[in-house]
């Protein structure tokens, strides 16, 4: 009897490590589905911080090509105002010294 006493004593103790051992593994396998998880959320953080950072460098690439855009659109009239205004001067003296010629040529007469 006393050996039977001490055998399921044994088995008792046998079958409450295998539970804790079990429940062990358990806590380990949640655990590193935890970590799992955190690290494939982190990425996924990483990855939404890049594409944000992309998008804003094509937005302000975007922005300096309209800025420059403007810029030289700018010069261009500038340009075109400048030619303009040389072109009247030139006529202006044209007909200044076609209206010279002709107060000359009047007063020759």
Do not use: H, P
Request: avoid cysteine; glycine fraction near 2%; proline fraction near 0%.
């Amino acid at each position: 009897e006393r050996v039977a006493s001490e055998a399921a004593a044994k088995a008792e103790e046998e079958r409450v490590a295998s539970e804790a051992a079990a429940e062990a593994a358990k806590e380990d396998q949640a655990q590193t589905t935890a970590d799992e998880q955190d690290a494939a959320a982190a990425k996924l953080q990483g990855i939404a911080r890049q594409r944000g950072a992309k998008k804003q460098v094509e937005e302000l690439r975007a922005k300096k090509a309209a800025d420059d855009q403007d810029k030289a659109a700018t010069k261009l009239q500038g340009i075109a105002r400048q030619r303009e205004a040389k072109q009247q001067v030139e006529e202006l003296r044209a007909k200044k010294a076609a209206d010279d010629q002709d107060k000359a040529a009047t007063k020759l007469q």
